[in-house]
C-alpha cells in the first residue's frame, strides 16, 4: 500500500510499504478513507520526538472502512468508524475509570520501558506518534491495523460525510476535553491560547458548556477570524499585552478559565540517555512554554488552567508563586477520546457542534509531503487539511471557508 | 494466522515465535522471570535493619539482603485464584516470559524447564516446589545441578476492593561460574530488572484483555514485517 512515512526532520515521503495485517484476536483492519494531518503532527515534523524510527507511518487522526476483523472485533466488515487516537484496552484498571489515554496494557511491554522512566509509569499506546506510545503505525495510509477494535472505533450511522465526524478521533474531543476541564460555570469568562483546531474547538465546547465570554489568543489574522466567527472575542499578540488586555476585558477581575492550546515544540522525549537529554531539553525549554506561564499568571484567583496543549519534559521558572497564592486548579492529559466520542457525535448529529468550517484543505496521500510543508510554513492559511487516499495526485481542493451559522 | 504475537527481538526465536496463549497448551516453559538463579530469599546481603514497609527488593543497597534479589509488583484487575491457577499451570508461562521456551510437568512438584540461551543456545533445569498456597504464593528452587541455581516465589496478595490483585515474583540468583554479571547475562540476554519488568507486563496484558498486546505494523523499513514487535 501507500503510506506517508517520516525519515527525519522535515523529510516526509509518500513509500510502498506492506499492507497491515490482523496480528491479534481483537484487532480490525479498516481502509483509510480520511486522515488529517495534526498540529501534534508538526512535532513529529521538526524532529522534537526522538523516540521516531526512519520510515515510521505517520497519522492518528484516522477513519475508514472496516475489510477485515479478527475474532474477538465486535465490528463488521463494511461499518464506517472513526478510530480514536488513543489506543485503549477498555480492561484495565484507568480504561474503567474512563482514563483510556492511561490505559496500562495498549503499549507494549517492551516500549512502554521509555515512558516508565520518563515519567514514572507507562502512557497508553496511540496511532503514528513515536514508539513512546507504542510505534504503532499511523493512518496517513491506505490500511490501517487497529488493536482493541471492540474498544475504540465510533461505528458512524449512515449520512453522516466524512469531514462531520473525522474529528472524532483527536481534535474535537481534545478541545471538548480541554473545555470540560476548566470546569466552567455561568458567568464565566473563559480565555483560550492558541486558535489552532483544537482552540477553535475548545472555544466552541466553552460556549457549549455555559462560558458567557470566550476570549481568544493568538497571532495569525486568519484563525483569529475563525475564532470570532465561533463567537470568541480575539487578542492579537502582537498588538497587546495579553496580560493587560484580558485584566482590563474582565473589570480587573481577570478570566475564570484559562485553556492553553498551544503546547511546547520542545519535546523532552528521550529514548537514549533520558536523563542526559532531561537535561539538554530542560534548557530548550526556558523559553517555549510562554503562553502556558501568560496562562497562570493571567487566571483570576480561585480560577482554573486547563492545559490540552503537549508538553514532554521539565520546565523552569514555572510561576509555582501564582499558582500556589492564587489558589489556582489544574487539569490536564493526553485526552481520554472514548470517553467522549459518543456524546460529541450525538451532538454534531444533533447540529450543535460544527466540525467542518475551519477546513482548509482536502487532498491526496501522493501530496502529503508538500501539504505538511504548506502545515508548517503557512499556519495562517492552510487552518487544516484533510487527506484523503481516494484522491488522485494532484487533486487538491482548497476549501471555500464557510461562513459559520451558529446552531 | 498466529492470534499473538510475543514482544521479541530475538532472532532465533521469531521463527516461532508466533504462539497461541489463551486457554490452550502452549508447550511448558521456565521463567524469563524465573530463570534468575538463586538464593534462597532473605538470605545473605545487607547488615542494616530496615524500618520502611518496603518490599525487599525495594531497598538500597546495604539494607536489601541480596543484590541477586529482583523482584516487580504489578496490579491485574483479575482474581488472585485465577492469576494463581494460570500461574501454577508452568506450562502457561512461556506463553508470556520472554526467554523461557517450554515447561513440562513431572511430577506434582517438578517440572523441566527449557531457556533459551543467546547464540540458539538452550538451558534446561529441574525445578522443584518449595511452597504452593492455592491463590496465594508459589515458591520454586532449582535443583542441585542446575546450570544457574535460581530461587523465586510469586504472591498473590489481595488489592484494595475492586482492584483485583497485586502480584509480586521475586526471584533470586547465584552467579553460575564465576561472576554474578556474567551469569545472568547468559541466563537472560537482559538486565534481570528489565526482563522481570516486561514479563510481569505480559502477564498481565494477557489476563486483563486476552491478548499480548503488539504494535507489529507496516513501516517504510526494508527489512521489516507487518507481523513482527520489532522494539
Ligand atoms: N492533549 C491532547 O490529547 C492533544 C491532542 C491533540 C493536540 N494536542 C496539542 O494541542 C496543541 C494545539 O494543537 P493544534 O492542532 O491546534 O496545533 P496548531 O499548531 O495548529 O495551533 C497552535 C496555535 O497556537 C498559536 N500560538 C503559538 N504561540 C502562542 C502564544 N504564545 N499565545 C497564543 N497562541 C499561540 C499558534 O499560532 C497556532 O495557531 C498542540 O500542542 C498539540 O500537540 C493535544
Ligand atoms: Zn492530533
Ligand atoms: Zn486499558
Redesign the pocket.
Known sequence: MRALTWHGRHDVRVDTVPDPEIVNPRDAIIKVTSTAI???D??LYDGYIPTMRAGDILGHENMGEVVEVGSKSTLKVGQRVVIP?TISCGSCFHCSKQQY?ACDNSNPATTSDMSETLYGYPMGGAFGYAHLTGGYAGGQAEYLRVPYSDVGPVVIPDGLEDDQVLFLS??LP?GWMGAVNAEIEQGDTVAV???????LFAIQSAFQLGAHRVIA????PR?LQLAKQMGAEILD?REVD?RDALFEMTGGIGPDACIE????ETHGLGIDNLADHAKVWLKLGTDRP??FR?AILSCRKGGRVSV???YGGMMDKFPIGAFMEKGLTMK????HVQKYTRQLLEMIQEGKLDTTWFISHHASLEDGPDMYRHWHDE?DSYTKIVLKPGLAKGEVKAKQEKQHEPA | MAPFMLNDEDDERNGSVERALIGAAAVAATAGLAYLVARTLGGGGGDKAPISDAPPSALRRGYKPSDALVSRTVTIARPARELYDFWRRFENLAGFMDNVKSVETLDDKRSRWTIAAPGGTEIQFVSRITEDQPGRVIAWESEEDAPVRNSGRVEFLDAAPGRGTMVRATVDYDPPFGTLGRGVAKLLQREPNVQARRDLRRFKQLMETGEITSSASPSGRRSEEPTRQYL
Not at chain 1, 491560547?193 to 482552540?199: H, R, S
Not at chain 1, 492550546?261 to 511546547?264: A, K, N, Q, S, T
Open positions: 495534526c498540529g501534534s508538526l512535532h487516537f489515554s483527536d481534535i481534545t491560547w492558541g486558535c489552532g483546531p483544537v482552540g489568543i493568538d497571532h495569525y484563525r499578540f495579553v492550546c498551544v503546547g511546547m510562554a503562553a501568560q490540552p496543549g503537549v490536564t492529559g493526553q485526552t499556519q
